[in-house]
């Protein structure tokens, strides 16, 4: 591969110059621009990044130390990263760890080597051996985008996912449903678990009780929601309502309420969270809570460029603020006031 020695050769001037035409440093006389140019596009060269970031201290890189892309919140967040990075002049390195800790300790390591300038962080689950971990790395300005603590060398944001699940209980109950069911996601991520706490909490305000086989604790897969719903509707006391805590949850029980000739809305209402950006296409349209992915995304970048470019050392949080989207997947329930 081409040198910027051999550009300076072929184009008869020094290093110097090429660096200044290409950077736009200096003032450079046109027919040197030219020549410059010719011989970059003859040789094929490309400045190199390694050797700028020797020079600068920096790589102009952010690492995401993710949990899955394939999960669609997963990968709607993570597009969004990206796509935030590009616009900030960042490239993003996309490390999946399936909340393997060796994995996740293997991908830091890297991440350290290839030093990246500051770490998104996205892991589900935040267990003590995880922590430590991280703690490890805390020279790397690090923001944690999905868990509201804050271990002090990270930035943090809070999704206020208790406050989600608490949407989607009071619009069932606004719309007149007491006999309301959960499918959950994973209770030990922070995102399954606020989310039914905020849902269970609407509950109980309303002095609403809800039976205990109407809880169903699965995890954000299509087959735990499929598999709920079918649970729900072979029970001698079915429901009116379902709150999925995960979108995904609510596509596997829409299917299972399809294949047993359970309609919804009329014979249960369902509402998902997450408004993953298919929703809108499930059958019916998915009525659900909007968890803002773009702005978690743009948001957390924000903050994390923040620590890498001013230094900052004190910890930030920021919020991000859950809406009821409305479709068509919710019905009056029997005890609707009118
Ligand atoms: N694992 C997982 N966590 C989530 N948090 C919010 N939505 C999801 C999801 O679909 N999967």
Known sequence: MATIKDVAKHAGVSTTTVSHVINKTRFVAEDTKTAVWAAIKELSYSPSAVARSLKVNNTKTIGLLATASGSPYFAEVIQAVEEACYKKGYTLILCNTQ????????????????RVDGLL????????????????????????????????????????????????????????????????????????????????????????????????????????????MVSLINLKKRPTALFCGGDVIA???????????????????????DNIRHTRF??????????????????????????????????????????????????DGPYLKK
């Open 99 to 114: 909340n393997d800790l060796e994995k996740q300790q293997a991908y830091l390591a890297m991440l350290a080597q290839k």
């Open 121 to 228: 962080v996205m892991c589900s689950e935040y267990h003590p051996p995880l922590l430590s971990l991280l703690e490890n790395y805390h020279a790397i300005p690090m923001m944690v985008m999905d868990w509201n603590k804050h271990k002090g060398f990270t930035d943090n944001i809070e999704d206020n996912g208790f406050h989600g699940g608490y949407l989607a209980a009071r619009y069932l109950i606004e719309r007149g449903h007491r006999e309301i069911s959960t499918i959950t996601g994973q209770l030990n991520e922070f995102t399954g678990r606020e989310r039914h706490k905020g849902f269970l909490h609407a509950l109980k305000e309303a002095h609403i009780d809800i039976l205990p086989e109407w809880i169903i604790e699965a995890d954000f897969q299509p087959q735990a929601g499929y598999d709920g």
């Open 251 to 273: 596509m596997g029980a829409l299917c299972a309420a399809g294949d047993m000739g359970v309609r919804v809305p009329e014979d249960i209402s369902v509402i998902g969270y």
């Open 282 to 331: 499930y059958n019916p349209p998915l009525t659900t809570i909007q968890q803002p992915k773009e702005s978690l995304a743009v948001m957390a970048l924000d903050m994390l460029l923040d620590r890498i470019i001013n230094k900052r050392e004190a910890s930030h949080s920021i919020e991000l603020h859950p809406e009821l989207i409305e479709r068509k997947s919710v019905t």
